[in-house]
Each structure stands twice: as structure tokens, then as C-alpha cells.
């Protein structure tokens, strides 16, 4: 059905996000092809928003950037058209509901199927409400990614049991973010999750450099980074590429030791 499993079949998995059009929709895509030759098995690309309410400041400002710059959801699928003739690595957009549902389920994920969208994050759509447009994705081919978190608690397993793609486990409490120190007692969440369901579990939330990588990778299938690629991006704006490649080499290779 779709190819997020892929991105797990060769080991661990590394995966980067990136805040589509930050700092323009040309500049995504080379970071994306740079983050592929790189080692990344699989993209999230961000969809701004004026109200990201997971996002810690970094994710925020970037999305700024991009709506400042002028991004939209069309030029964004148009932009994947483009790099759809470059590459077909698994890249799962991460947005919130508002845009998809204002945009229309069909209409977007029709456009999904069209540019190879293996699945979705939505982080403001609890697992209750899956159903609210989980029925149109899966007809486009669109895997709805599941969320636990670290309060998730009794509700662990009845989300992995129902779990398609694989399972974003979120490794501490509040927003996105650099952490130093991830103290969430991951090892028993991931148990729970491999009881009832071989669907690959990552980590993501606060994980920036390769030390925590490793760990990581330890108990997950995959290991999740978002903020430190912005905060590249946000440092060198357009000549990011080379820095963008020089990190994702080092994280890919700290998670396959």
C-alpha cells in the first residue's frame, strides 16, 4: 500500500523534518534530495500553519518564514511534483487539521496519492477522531500516522493495535524542541507497543544529536529530528544544503552503529 515500511526494511530509521518553503519552496526541495543522498530513509515535510500548537518556537518561526515567503498548500504540491521526478523516497506530511479540512479530505488527499504522500501527521486530531478523515486518506493510499505520548498511558495499546505506517512516539511532555535531557521512561511505552503490534515504532521530540541518537535507536525503529535541521536552516538560509548533510550523515550514522 504504501512505502513507510520501506524506510524501516534496511535497520534503523532516520528521520528528518523539514517546514516546507522555509526559506523558499526551491531550497526544500534541494534540502530534501540533500537529506536523501545523506542517509535520511524517510521525510517529514512540514505544512506551515498560523497556529502550530505542538511546535516549540524553532518550528514556529520557521513557519513564519514560510507563510512570510508566500507558501501555500498548491504551490507545495506543485514543488512535489517537481521532485517527484528525482526521487521517490517516503515522505509523510506533517500538518494540522484545519488545513486539510479547509482544503477538503478528498480534494487533498487526491493530490496526496498524486505526488506519493505514503502518510500524514496530525498532531491536533486525538486518536478518538481519527475516523474524521482517516476513511479518505486510506482511499488515496495515505497512511494516518498514530501518536503516543508520554500521557497516553492505558490508551497505549488500543492506538498501536490500530496503528498504520508506523507510530510517532513522542519522548517528552509539551512542545517540539531541543532537549539536553529526555528523562520519559520510553523503554516501557515501546514494550507496550511491540505487545500488541509489529507496526515500527520512532521517537521523535527533542532529539538532536547523535549521543541521544544512539540511545534512541536502542529501544525504536527510528529516530525522529526536527528542530536541529531548522535551527541549521535558520543559520545559513539558502547555503544550508552542505550543513543540512554534513548532520544527517552524522545522526544516520550514530543510529546504524
Same mark, same amino acid.
Given at each position: 500500500?504504501s512505502k513507510?515500511?520501506?524506510?524501516?526494511k534496511?535497520?534503523?530509521?532516520?528521520?528528518?523534518f523539514?517546514t516546507?518553503? /522555509?526559506? =523558499?519552496? /526551491?531550497?526544500?526541495?534541494?534540502?530534501i534530495?540533500?537529506?536523501?543522498?545523506?542517509?535520511?530513509?524517510?521525510?517529514?515535510?512540514?505544512?506551515?500553519? =498560523?497556529?502550530?500548537?505542538?511546535?516549540g518556537?524553532v518550528?514556529?518561526?520557521? /513557519?513564519?518564514?514560510?507563510l512570510s515567503?508566500?507558501?501555500?498548500t498548491d504551490?507545495?504540491f506543485d514543488?512535489?511534483r517537481?521532485?517527484?521526478?528525482?526521487?521517490?523516497?517516503?515522505?509523510?506530511?506533517?500538518? $494540522?487539521?484545519?488545513?486539510?479540512?479547509?482544503?477538503?479530505?478528498e480534494?487533498?488527499? *487526491?493530490?496526496?496519492?498524486?505526488v506519493?504522500?505514503?502518510?500524514?501527521i496530525i498532531?491536533?486530531?486525538? $486518536?478518538?477522531?481519527k475516523?474524521?478523515?482517516e476513511?479518505?486518506?486510506?482511499?488515496?493510499?495515505?497512511?494516518?500516522?498514530?501518536m503516543?505520548?508520554?500521557? *497516553?498511558?492505558e490508551?497505549?495499546?488500543?492506538?498501536?493495535s490500530?496503528a498504520?505506517g #508506523?507510530i $510517532?512516539v513522542?519522548? =517528552?511532555?509539551?512542545?517540539?524542541?531541543?532537549?539536553t535531557?529526555i528523562?520519559? /521512561?520510553?523503554?516501557?511505552?515501546?514494550a =507496550?507497543?511491540?505487545?500488541v503490534?509489529d507496526?515500527p515504532?520512532?521517537?521523535? #521530540?527533542?532529539?538532536?544529536?547523535?549521543?541521544q541518537?544512539?540511545?534512541?535507536?536502542?529501544i525504536?525503529?527510528?529516530?525522529?529530528?526536527?528542530?536541529?535541521?531548522?535551527?541549521?536552516?535558520?543559520k545559513y538560509g539558502?547555503?544550508a544544503a552542505?550543513?543540512i548533510?554534513?548532520?544527517?550523515?552524522s545522526?544516520?550514522?550514530?543510529?546504524?552503529?
Amino acid at each position: 500500500m504504501s512505502k513507510i515500511k520501506d524506510a524501516f526494511k534496511n535497520g534503523k530509521a532516520f528521520i528528518p523534518f523539514i517546514t516546507a518553503g /522555509d526559506p =523558499s519552496l /526551491d531550497k526544500t526541495k534541494e534540502f530534501i534530495l540533500t537529506m536523501e543522498k545523506a542517509g535520511a530513509d524517510l521525510i517529514e515535510v512540514g505544512i506551515p500553519f =498560523s497556529d502550530p500548537i505542538a511546535e516549540g518556537v524553532v518550528i514556529q518561526e520557521a /513557519d513564519i518564514r514560510a507563510l512570510s515567503a508566500g507558501t501555500t498548500t498548491d504551490k507545495i504540491f506543485d514543488m512535489l511534483r517537481s521532485l517527484r521526478r528525482e526521487t521517490d523516497i517516503p515522505i509523510v506530511f506533517m500538518t $494540522y487539521l484545519n488545513p486539510v479540512f479547509h482544503y477538503g479530505y478528498e480534494r487533498f488527499f *487526491s493530490l496526496c496519492e498524486e505526488v506519493n504522500i505514503s502518510g500524514i501527521i496530525i498532531p491536533d486530531m486525538p $486518536y478518538e477522531e481519527k475516523g474524521e478523515c482517516e476513511k479518505e486518506a486510506l482511499a488515496h493510499s495515505v497512511e494516518v500516522v498514530s501518536m503516543i505520548a508520554p500521557t *497516553s498511558e492505558e490508551r497505549i495499546k488500543s492506538i498501536a493495535s490500530e496503528a498504520r505506517g #508506523f507510530i $510517532y512516539v513522542v519522548s =517528552s511532555m509539551g512542545v517540539t524542541g531541543i532537549r539536553t535531557q529526555i528523562k520519559t /521512561d520510553l523503554k516501557s511505552i515501546l514494550a =507496550s507497543i511491540k505487545e500488541v503490534t509489529d507496526v515500527p515504532a520512532a521517537i521523535g #521530540f527533542g532529539i538532536h544529536n547523535p549521543e541521544q541518537a544512539r540511545e534512541m535507536s536502542r529501544i525504536a525503529d527510528g529516530v525522529i529530528v526536527g528542530s536541529a535541521i531548522i535551527k541549521i536552516i535558520e543559520k545559513y538560509g539558502e547555503e544550508a544544503a552542505p550543513y543540512i548533510a554534513d548532520y544527517v550523515q552524522s545522526m544516520k550514522e550514530a543510529i546504524r552503529q
